[in-house]
């Protein structure tokens, strides 16, 4: 998947994407530009200085990895500066 255009990984939509990554238990991890983060920590989402158009590598290892990755797709795609 892909961040939206114009849309960056900063304070609001990584607070979104975690806060959506918080609500299952497996274990989730985002890739962005040869970077990984812990899709959990806000501080490691950040870290990650994804901005529009970067491209996004969702893994997710658990009992509701599947669900996971569907809320987090439908969570990326809905950002919106």
Avoid at 18 to 35: C, D, I, P, W, Y
Wanted: overall charge neutral; proline content about 5%.
């Amino acid at each position: 998947m892909t961040l939206p255009a114009g849309v960056a990984l900063h304070a609001r939509p990584a607070g979104l994407f975690v806060k959506t990554a918080m609500r299952f238990q497996a274990q989730l991890r985002v890739e962005a530009s040869g970077k990984a983060a812990n899709a959990k920590s806000i501080l490691a989402v950040l870290s990650l200085g994804a901005t529009g158009g970067t491209p996004l590598t969702l893994i997710a290892d658990g009992p509701d990895a599947e669900l996971a990755l569907d809320a987090l797709g439908a969570c990326v795609s809905g950002l919106v500066e």
